[in-house]
């Protein structure tokens, strides 16, 4: 791929300075080194994490596209693997992850669940998609998805971070600080999105009573 | 191989006049016992009968009926069918059963989770909270009366499925736009939210207390639900005196996916799907478990050919398995990787031929009721040979080569005490870790299903108790594995692989069944109860898993913190079946 390469592609460098020379820009330069070492948090929540295991062996081995280091703490991560089915009772712990995660960060929603809720989207204990708390950057279809298309999903992120420049990104944004501070859910009667509050007032409040449990 | 004998063969009437009456309803069998006689009853079926190991405890709500049951199913560990025991109650909160859990302890998870999921009150249980959905969840799931917050109709097909085909996006027709449910007139910013205050008073009523030997400040630690070494989103919460730990409680419920609300809604068909996503390892086991149930309610014959594909698939699967447990337990014990590359190379082999025979690697949904649903191509039998007459072989005694006598290995695992037979049987433990306590109870030879009983193979047993033998019993199990499906490819008839004809509904009598199989964890069952009509009256998903973890408790207190996570990794949990 041509955009793997650090140089730009106008500037025409004699052959033999090639691995010692290069003519770029800043962003690209940012991006280049961060694409290449994305750590993935090393985190499984359902049936999708042993896909994510399996990606990682030697038969598909994501290291060939340099973001094999999983780590265990959200401290040292890059980007989150949302890799299953999100519950309301692990939500909180999830939410508390991601805000733990150092900026730059990414969310990655692995299959069906971690999408949309998947088949198990009726369940009563089932979060419809993790994209209903937090800001998904790669949605990966599949139940679970294949590691082939788990890496896909990869290449995509690493496409993504290629379009980035340092003066839009939120993270360098006096403005934006925070801006991807995800408040704590509480588990309440049912899950609550403290954003919400107002919103679950006010339809309580005309709310029939549908069960007698 | 002694004939299964007939549950009513037990004359439990005559031993309790009174006490006890005999189930009539159509297509039930058991006995049912009087509430106020249960601990008495239950006793006298432990220590007359012989049925020591008590392996099913579940609910059922009659709604029309205005009754709540709870049904119990033990067995006896020497083989045999099982004798099936239930109690009935009014269904008036609050509904109140005696607990079992001071004669069977394997109760205690069960009960708790009756509790959570139906509302049914065990007197006398020791820690008596919820277990899947936290304290504070807003009623019984399971109850009939309770409807979920994208509730569309009782039973699939959706009508806006079909026939009409006007999906309607589940959220608009919530009034809160998500799924949720909320009571009338809550308001969330007075909300004070509960806490865990219960576990935390719950784990300190449960420690030891200054038997550590060491005059210490006594502290909790949490693992997980975000811990690498918990197998999934399992939650510990440990209390340690120095390195030993004094107290433990499991906390579980993250990956509670509600199969069995799920599965009371979907036809019989439309749940084998859902079956691969309990013990995700094993999609293949798992089907087999449920279609051997739901056979046995339907009263079908299965293709020869297709018993065998079954064994070979279930086996293979077994193989597949214990592999990875031996790659998982080495992460552990903090050989970080290296085995588990070994062991996923081959791993990938026998996914290669699930999914040329399936189409998928994980998610198989092969089984179908009377057979399964795609033939084998004589190529891939030929590859499956390959594999389990050469390469398998090969490979694990190369792995026992590379590890068994490792220095650390050897130390971490030679002698640090599992659990020893009585116990197992005590908290219902089944499957290898009851194998490897000295109890060979197996169930592909305690009580045949399919078509084990024409196989020659050993029921691997290993009688220390100790997690040296745990870990070799796996290695045990894989090469009995390899001897059952070198036979299958041996015999392995041709013919017709389903013996009924492809249908999306099929007609299941009234009544109920608990089939059971030997699953690479334990004791897979499913409890169905059918009321005749295309969708089942009760599912219920009896796993390995979360049965197993029952005893953790008992097994960690006084272990030290190190080991922790290797004895954890022993019995072998998988979160999918665990929380269902």
Known sequence: ?213 | MAAPASTQTVDLIARFPGMVTADTRPGFTGFIVNKENLLEVAVAIRDEFGYDLLTAVTGVDYLAENKMEVVYHAFKTTGGAGLIFRVQVERVDPIEVPSLTGIWPGADFQEREAWDLLGIKFTGHPDLRRILMWEGYEGHPLRKDWKEAFYEEEVKPFKSRWPDGQHIYSEFKNPFRDNLNFPKDFDPEKYEPENEKDLYASLENHTLKGEGGLKTDQIVVNMGPHHPSTHGVLRVAVTLEGETIMGLKPVMGYLHRNHDKIGERNTYLQTIPYTDRLDYFNSMSNNFGYVTTVEKLMNIPVAERAEYIRVIMAELSRIQNHLIFIGMLMNDLGTMYTPSLYVFEERELILDIFEAVSGARMMCNYYRFGGVVRDIPDDILQRIKDLVVERIPAKTDEMERFLNDNEILVGRLKGVHLINAEDAIKYSITGPVLRAAGVPYDLRRADPYSIYDRFDFDVAVRYNGDMMDNYLIRFDEIRQSLRIIEQALKQIPQGPINSQKPAYQVRVPAGEAYGRIESPKGELAFYVVSNGKPNPYRYHVRPASFVNLTAIEHICRGAKIQDFVALLAMLDIVMGELDR
């Open chain 1, 1 to 213: 791929m041509e955009n793997e390469k650090l140089s730009l592609p106008n500037y025409n460098i004699p052959e033999d300075i090639q691995n010692v020379v290069a003519i770029t820009t800043l962003d690209r330069l940012y991006n280049w080194g961060r694409r290449s070492s994305v750590w993935p948090l090393m985190f499984g929540l359902a049936c999708c994490a042993i896909e994510m295991i399996a990606a990682q062996t030697a038969r598909y081995d994501m290291a060939r596209f340099g973001m094999e280091v999983m780590r265990p703490t959200p401290r040292q991560a890059d980007m989150m693997l949302v890799s299953g089915t999100v519950t309301k009772k692990m939500l909180p712990a999830i939410i508390r992850l991601y805000n733990q995660m150092p900026e730059p960060k990414y969310v990655v929603a692995m299959g069906a669940c971690a999408s949309s809720g998947g088949p198990f989207k009726e369940g009563y204990n089932v979060v419809a998609g993790i994209d209903k708390f937090l800001p998904v950057d790669v949605y990966i279809p599949g139940c679970p998805p294949t590691p082939q298309a788990l890496i896909a999903g990869m290449i995509k992120l690493q496409e993504k971070i290629d379009k980035q420049s340092i003066k839009t990104v939120r993270w360098y944004d006096k403005n934006k600080a925070d801006s991807n501070y995800v408040p704590m859910p509480i588990l309440g009667p049912d899950l609550i999105d403290v954003r919400r509050n107002a919103e679950y007032k006010k339809a309580a409040a005309t709310q029939t009573t549908q069960e007698s449990a």
